[in-house]
């Protein structure tokens, strides 16, 4: 099976690693100094205290890749709309899309059973190019479930974790699917298939999509948000009309707010990823954790003012010109 990793970050590295590593033909595309040090000492992970190196094919261009068997794709849903071009370079008659992002995809709503069924989110998607080039047909959903950050250029430390939910958008089983599956297996990842991706994606958008924008706008970890019950009621506010949009759209949560932050603060004093990406100066993942989710809650008639603040603040304090 021919792989290709887009987004060699902490995530990308991760599953780039694991797959090469057991027997996979493994390429990369990067650029800058992720490129430079992928040729040059190899894809790396730091995982139980050792460092495991995959030598792998790395290029920018996507036509010194080739077609490929799957694309996992791991970038940040900022940088969607910049490698869309390059992934339909990689993709042949048979290819599947692995798309292993936080937030909200650009496909969510393709195989859906419900009365939006095929709607196309402006937020993530706003001129239907990525849907064009990548195709929601294309598309496995994935959910990852584990905590890694990039240590240096082509180099991810892993943390926790070591699950991933992966699934057809529209529900069921297929041979795309049971290949998919059987290669991450074979890298010794926890699979679960999913009967319905989306609600998975939806689950973990609902405990996430608070607690990064909070910590970067704040530079508080984990554990202090939790602490002041003037920010967990907003966050319990937050939660309650991401639930409301949940069962509107068959994504219903079960679960209440409060459980959720009980497992949060297991975690202890974290820095969430975008407080990471704050702190160094990167673009925030905004539109797909909070925008889509707003632009969502417009769709369906739930009104969602805790949310649309929290997208006003983090969108203000997000704008390009502060990461220069």
Known sequence: MRVAIVGAGAIGTWLGV???????????LARGE???????????????GATRVARVNASDR??????QDVVVLAVK???????????????????????AMNGVPWWFFHGLPVTYAGTSLRSVDPDGRVTRLM????????????SCSVQTPGCSIHKSGNGLIIGEPGGGTSARLEAVVA????????????PQIQK?????LWGNMTMNPISALTGATCDLILDDPLVSGFILRVMAEAAEIGSRIGCPIAESGEARMTVTRKLGAFKTSMLQDAEAGRSLEIDALVAAPCEIGRLVGVETPNMDALHGLIRLFGRPERSK
């Open 62 to 67: 996507a036509a010194d890749l080739g077609k």
């Open 183 to 194: 290669a991450l297996r074979a890298a010794e990842f926890d699979v679960t298939i999913s």
């Open 18 to 28: 694991r797959l090469a590593n057991a027997g996979l033909d493994v390429s990369v």
């Open 135 to 146: 195709p929601p047909a294309r598309v496995l959903g994935g959910v990852v479930h584990a």
């Open 200 to 204: 998975d994606i939806w689950y973990k």
């Open 77 to 99: 849903g900022q940088a969607l709309a910049g490698v869309a071009e390059s992934v339909a370079a990689l993709l042949g008659e048979q290819t599947t899309i692995l798309s």
């Open 34 to 48: 992720t490129l430079a040090a992928v040729r040059e000492q190899g894809l790396r992970l730091v995982i139980g």
